[in-house]
């Protein structure tokens, strides 16, 4: 069996090129003419634009003085509402609302461990807001639940919901009270 040696073969003669050398196209002179055409267009017309810039403000000025002299003096204002607004008084009825015999509470989470249920705790708290922990012995065995309340009117209730949202507790639910 031959050994090969393909590094102390060193690399092939390159191959001669044997195509004929294809001429140059010739100059694209319809392009060129084309193209000269439009620049020197262009040039033309922004030395018309120019002409007609030099001359528009000496004419736009004079017009200017003219309506400046042609305006009346304006008066200074006086405002009434500014002095009438301290002494107003504005009078609005509103509907008593109505409380309703049960209040509210609000569960913001329910767990199979207490740890789970003071850690939930202590967010609320850091709100600002005072929940508790009641254990519940149901159908499927023991839960740590999480409440808030008891809240006589349900917009209260409401109120600590969107401020428990902002801190990202989002699974507050709000129930008439009913742990007996």
Known sequence: MAHKDYVGRGRAAPKQNNRKEQPKPPLPWLRIVITLALLIGFVVFLWTIRDNAEQAPASGNEQQSQKEQALPELQEEE???????????????????????????????????????????????????????????????????????????????????????????????IWYWNLD
């Open 79 to 173: 405002w009434e509402f500014i002095k009438q607004l301290p002494s107003t008084t504005v009078e609005v009825e509103v509907e008593e609302q109505e409380l309703s015999e049960r209040p509210y509470l609000m569960q913001c989470g329910s767990f199979r461990t207490e740890e789970q249920a003071e850690e939930l705790k202590a967010r609320i708290a850091f709100q600002g807001l005072e929940s508790q922990v009641r254990a519940s012995n149901g159908k499927n065995g023991l839960w740590y639940r999480v409440i808030l309340g008891p809240y006589t009117l349900k917009r209260a209730a409401e109120t600590d919901r969107h401020t428990l949202r902002r801190a990202n507790i989002n699974n507050c639910k």
